[in-house]
């Protein structure tokens, strides 16, 4: 549940959309029928739970007929992931799995589809290139995807030595850091591809078919919220205030359960690209909308529960989080 309080970027929400209208749909009506309220689309700032915006995605891939959300040369049909997925779950390594993934979507895409490379002691899954410029979202969401998947199947989050992408940076750049869990990201590169130790690829699949199961109940979702063991300073900090948000413990306070002197502590978040002020901020903000997702809490309730005293200083961060109050926000109209 812990890793279902986050919350993601408008700019994914307009991603998921920016081809129904060339489908015969109407972008407000999927958003009011997964209650996320089109007024946010015109806050660049703004902000929805994943619960939410996984749940528009599997709508506009239904509404579209399509998983590729109309970003491929040809539709990608509904069902495509769930065979990729028993395709590739007897597999006994990770570079079994990814070889038989990349063959697989290989087969919809030729010639953009991965390929799995290896390279000095490097691995890599690869774009295959076109003539014309991919779309950012339709390669940032294979990315993504292949990466998260990988790790799912082996129940870690596979440590990334460099994102590769060919387009130059764009204006949602902080974005990566979330996506790719903050592993180096870079621009105007030769090609598009996460970069990885080669020695990854000798790990066991751990997951079998029981486990995949539940998993398709709805993978978009379990890729989004996947939590395994995590090394970063940022978030063990994050899980250690977790604990309680209605008395937030102050830095000194943390720094001595993580056995660090403050100053460490800081330079450690600074390192990773965070600080101690911005990870309080984006927790309250975060549960804020995944309480708000739910039915029967109040405005008040809700409020303590993310660590505000009062209502009305709760409702004046999330309008400067969101761009609107919790009530427009809740209704989703």
């Given at each position: 549940m812990a890793m279902r309080q986050?919350?993601?970027s408008v700019y994914f929400v307009k991603a998921v959309l920016k081809h129904a209208v060339s489908q015969g749909l109407e972008p407000a009506a999927l958003l009011r029928l997964n209650r996320i309220s089109p007024r946010l689309?015109?806050?660049?700032?703004?902000r929805i739970s994943i619960e939410r915006f996984a749940d528009l995605q599997v709508a506009a891939m239904l509404a579209m007929g399509d998983e590729s959300l109309g970003y491929g040369e040809q539709r990608l049909p509904i069902g495509s992931w769930s065979m990729m997925c028993y395709a590739v779950i007897g597999c006994d390594t990770l570079g079994q799995a990814l070889a038989r993934y990349c063959r697989f979507f290989g087969l919809f895409m030729q010639p953009y589809g991965p390929q799995l490379r290896i390279e000095g002691g490097r691995a890599m899954v690869q774009l295959g290139e076109s003539d014309a410029p991919a779309e950012h979202y339709s390669v940032e969401h294979a990315l993504f995807n292949c990466h998260r998947f990988g790790s799912w199947l082996v129940q870690e989050h596979l440590p990334l030595i460099e994102?590769?992408?060919?387009?130059?940076?764009?204006p949602h750049i902080e974005e990566y850091r979330h996506m790719f869990l903050g592993s180096p990201v870079m621009f105007d590169q030769p090609h598009t591809q996460i970069v990885?130790?080669?020695a990854l690829l000798g790990k066991p699949v751990t997951q079998n078919e029981q486990s995949l199961t539940r998993f398709l109940r709805h993978p978009v979702l379990a890729l989004l919220s996947q939590q395994y063991d995590q090394a970063s300073w940022t978030s063990r900090v994050r899980q250690i205030l977790r604990g309680d948000l209605t008395d937030l413990a102050e830095l000194d306070a943390v720094a001595q359960q993580l056995e660090l002197h403050p100053q460490?502590?800081?330079r450690r978040l600074n390192k990773e690209g965070s600080s101690f002020s911005e990870i309080k901020s984006l927790l309250r903000r975060d549960v804020a909308l995944h309480y708000l997702g739910k039915q029967g809490l109040s405005i008040e309730e809700i409020a303590h529960r993310a660590g505000f005293s009062e209502s009305s200083a709760f409702i004046r961060a999330f309008k400067g989080w969101t761009g609107v109050t919790p009530y427009t926000y809740r209704k989703g109209v």
């Open positions: 986050l919350s993601i689309l015109e806050e660049n700032d703004a994102v590769h992408f060919q387009h130059s940076a764009p990885f130790n080669e460490t502590l800081r």
